[in-house]
Every structure is written in structure tokens, then in C-alpha cells.
């Protein structure tokens, strides 16, 4: 039977088990990605890393399994051709009836103007959900506040380091996250430690997150 584009239950690791999460295929949706860049072969599941990748995307190596790889996929064709109105609705089909927490992107990133507006949208139309989301889309997430002042209330946004635009955090000073080796190199960073997203999903302080990427080195490619 055909998937339809959907919604799931995050995973494990997460804060709240009754969230759930929309994604896309890792890199393939991804226009900002660098140091973490990857995709895996819609066929075939194997993963190659970009020319710049210091390391693996973790979310990447999930997609060698078919099933998750179909249904990434699934979503991404409901939306990358859509209009801004188009986005909303495929959003709105799929949206589960009992979502009151959503991590926008366990795979996946905003990868157009019309998508982010689209969410945007979705967002302020269901104020009675709580929306994060990570991205290194960042002059998506300029384009957005230049015109509109601020995002919506009920989400909270986070610049992930390692992109293409990693300048604008500074100069636009975004909540941000940061991949770190080790709980000392957080330490002297001076940033706290977020390891389940309580910190990416409420508002405060750029933070840190421990690698859980496979290193380009350590693994011969």
C-alpha cells in the first residue's frame, strides 16, 4: 500500500515520548549543511558523505533501512513543489489529532522559501501546538525576521553550527547549537549540555550537543 505523507512519534531519546516529528530525506532537503553533510541513495540506502563533511549525519545512517527511507521520501515529494498554500495544506492532512509538541526536522532542514513559509503558516494556524526546530537554512530564518519581526510564538527556533551561512549567527545573534566532543569542550565553550532537546524546545541560551556523528576519519571514508 502507497504511504501518504505522516507525521511520527519521536524517538527514545527526546524529552517528551508524545511528541511527534515531521522529516525529511537527510541532505537531499538539506541546502545549508556543510561540515555534516550526507545522503543516502534513495535505491540503495548507501550513505556518501559531501566534499566538505567533517563528519556523518547521524539521522543519515538511519535511511540504509528501506522502510525509513520510503516514507522520508513520501514526505519530501508531498512538499518540494509546492506553493507556500500547498505546504500548509499537505501539513494540515497529515497533522496527528492529539500533536501538542512537534520537532520540526529530526531529518531533514527547511529547503525553500515557499516550505519555511508554509510552515510558518502551519505554525501560527495551531497555536495550541509547541513547534522546534533546528536549521542551518539561516537566510531563510533572516528573510522570515526581516519581514515579519519574529517567528511565531509557539515555536522556538535554533541555529545548528556547521553550515553554510554560520556567519549570520553572530551578526544576527541566534539561540544556536554547537556539536561538541567532549563534556569539557562544552565546559570551557561555557555552554550547557542539552541531551534529550529540553533545551532546544524551550527558550534560553545557545547550548551544546555531544557528538553522536560518526567521524569521517574514524570510519575510512
Known amino acids: 500500500m502507497k504511504l501518504k505523507p505522516a507525521f511520527t512519534r519521536v524517538n527514545k531519546y527526546i524529552f517528551d515520548p508524545k511528541a511527534w516529528s515531521w522529516s525529511l530525506p537527510s541532505g537531499w532537503s538539506c541546502p545549508g549543511a556543510k561540515e555534516c553533510l550526507a545522503k543516502a541513495d534513495r535505491a540503495t540506502g548507501k550513505v556518501t558523505a559531501g566534499p566538505e563533511a567533517e563528519f556523518k549525519c547521524y539521522s543519515a545512517t538511519y535511511e540504509r533501512f528501506p522502510s525509513v527511507r520510503e516514507r522520508l521520501w513520501t514526505n519530501f515529494e508531498a512538499v518540494k513543489g509546492e506553493t507556500t498554500l500547498g505546504v500548509v495544506e499537505q501539513l494540515e492532512k497529515a497533522k496527528p489529532k492529539n500533536m501538542t509538541m512537534c520537532r520540526i526536522h529530526t531529518a531533514g532542514d527547511f ?111
Open 111 to 221: 529547503f525553500s522559501w515557499n516550505y519555511f513559509q508554509g510552515w510558518m503558516e502551519f505554525i501560527t494556524a495551531n497555536p495550541q501546538i509547541h513547534f522546534w526546530a533546528f536549521t542551518k537554512s539561516l537566510g531563510l530564518w533572516v528573510n522570515w525576521v526581516e519581514k515579519h519581526g519574529s517567528f511565531p510564538p509557539n515555536l522556538e527556533m535554533n541555529a545548528s553550527h556547521g553550515g553554510k551561512l554560520d556567519h549570520l549567527i553572530a551578526v544576527h545573534g541566534m539561540k544556536s547549537a554547537r556539536v561538541v566532543y567532549s563534556r569539557q569542550e562544552a565546559h570551557d565553550l561555557g555552554l550547557k549540555i542539552d541531551t534529550d532537546d529540553r533545551l532546544a524546545a524551550q527558550p534560553g541560551p545557545s547550548f551544546a550537543l555531544l557528538e553522536n556523528f560518526t567521524k569521517q576519519k574514524s570510519d575510512g571514508q
